[in-house]
Structure formats: structure tokens, C-alpha cells
């Protein structure tokens, strides 16, 4: 069974490349060939290096680094914005044809956002519309803190509104925690219980270990993904 799923964030910085590179080794270790996608890359210091695409290339086996993440910006804004101040463009149609001609030739995607999900990617497109298009569902990376009730809940709201699918929510732990340990996990089931939530994954030292892979919370996620 083909799938395609779109890693986002219910912000910038809460760990999405860690948590896509996480699922892409765990996946490897079964067997499995995912390939992922970073459609644009900002922020980057030298544009043949952008470094969350080369992190995804390494967790998946080392694939060719220009279909990872065929457009890349120095600007770290959103990739819209980051191409016009650029005084370049990208069309949200060629994004859209990039990454299906990936899905002709791989049975598991995995694409990873930028930022949440009503980051633009290109004039009057979101991540949400990437979604739609490409047909993927979601898997949210969302921050084990404080705030992350709202934060979540928004981009549950936006996600299910649109009718894209929720694969899960992905809790993921900060550098700094919140001066009371609070059972995020279980407020949000409590606020929406037909959404998968899964346990935090705790921080790691190196978190680009292949210990990352066998937190209980990948591990989920990658017998759910070679089950389907």
C-alpha cells in the first residue's frame, strides 16, 4: 500500500527533523525504503548544504540529496517569504509534481514541513494545501511544555477542517522544562479522543542516535506505517 505522510509542527524549532529522521532509520531497520522529502529548505548558510535535508538523506540510507529538497533559501522565514525577498520563485504546481513523481517510484514518503501547518510555501498555498494535494496524512510534532494544548489543538482544528487525516501527535521534549512536569499526553487525549496521541519522547544527548529510533513512540509509529 502506497502512503505518504506530511511531518509538521505546531511551531518552528520543535523538532521535526529529529523526529522524521527518528521514523526514517526505524523504518530502514524494518525492511522498509522510505523516501523523504524536504520540498524547501530555509535558513540555509550554504545552499548545497542544506543541513535538514541532508540529515533526512543520511536517515534514510544516503538518497540523492536534490530530490530530497529541490528548492533552498538563505532567508529563515517561510519559504514564501523567503522567495520573494530572494527576488526568486517556486510554484506550488512544481512542488506538488516533484513529490508525486517520488510517489510513482517509492510506496512510503515521508514529507517534512516547515514550521506549522498554515506556514505559506508558495502564494496563497499552505502546508495544509500540500497536504490536500499530495494526499497525505499528518503526523504533528508538537512540544512536551507548556502551551501546547492550544498550540495542538489549533493544529488539529485546521487539519481536521479540511479533511486532511491525522496519523498522530508526536510529543516531543524540550531543552528546557517547565518548572512542573504536567501530563500533556493525557490532556490532549482528554481533548480529542479520536486523535492518536503518543507518549513524549524524551530528549536525548545525541539526538540523531539510533536510540532515538527505538523510543516507544517511533517504535509506534513504524509498526502502525509496516502494518498498513
Not at 48 to 77: F, H, K, M, N, W
Not at 219 to 224: G, L, Q, V
Request: glycine share 8%; with cysteine.
Amino acid at each position: 500500500m502506497k502512503r505518504t505522510i506530511l511531518v509538521t509542527g505546531t511551531d518552528t524549532g520543535v523538532g521535526k527533523t529529529v523526529v522524521t529522521c527518528a521514523i526514517l532509520r526505524a523504518l530502514l531497520q524494518r525492511g522498509l525504503h522510505p523516501f523523504p522529502i524536504k520540498p524547501v529548505e530555509t535558513g540555509c548558510d550554504d545552499l548545497r548544504r542544506p543541513e535538514d535535508a541532508i540529515a533526512l538523506s543520511a536517515a534514510a540510507g544516503g538518497v540523492d540529496l536534490a530530490t530530497v529538497c529541490p528548492v533552498r533559501y538563505q532567508t529563515p522565514a517561510s519559504p514564501w517569504t523567503a522567495a520573494r525577498l530572494e527576488g526568486s520563485k517556486h510554484s506550488f504546481e512544481g512542488l506538488v509534481d516533484h513529490i508525486r513523481a517520488v510517489q510513482q517510484t517509492h510506496d512510503l514518503v515521508i514529507v517534512e514541513g516547515a514550521g506549522g501547518l498554515l506556514v505559506p510555501i508558495a502564494q496563497g498555498k499552505s502546508y495544509a494545501d500540500l497536504a490536500v494535494a499530495i494526499g497525505a496524512s499528518l503526523i504533528v510534532v508538537a512540544r512536551d511544555a507548556l502551551g501546547t494544548l492550544n498550540h495542538t489543538s489549533l493544529t488539529l482544528e485546521a487539519a481536521l477542517s479540511r479533511g486532511i487525516p491525522v496519523f498522530a501527535v508526536a510529543l516531543n521534549a524540550v531543552a528546557s522544562p517547565d518548572r512542573f512536569s504536567l501530563p500533556h499526553g493525557d490532556e490532549l487525549r482528554a481533548l480529542w479522543p479520536g486523535v492518536l496521541i503518543l507518549d513524549p519522547i524524551p530528549r536525548r544527548e545525541n539526538p540523531h542516535s539510533i536510540l532515538m529510533s527505538n523510543e516507544s513512540s517511533i517504535a509506534f509509529i513504524t509498526d502502525m506505517t509496516a502494518e498498513s
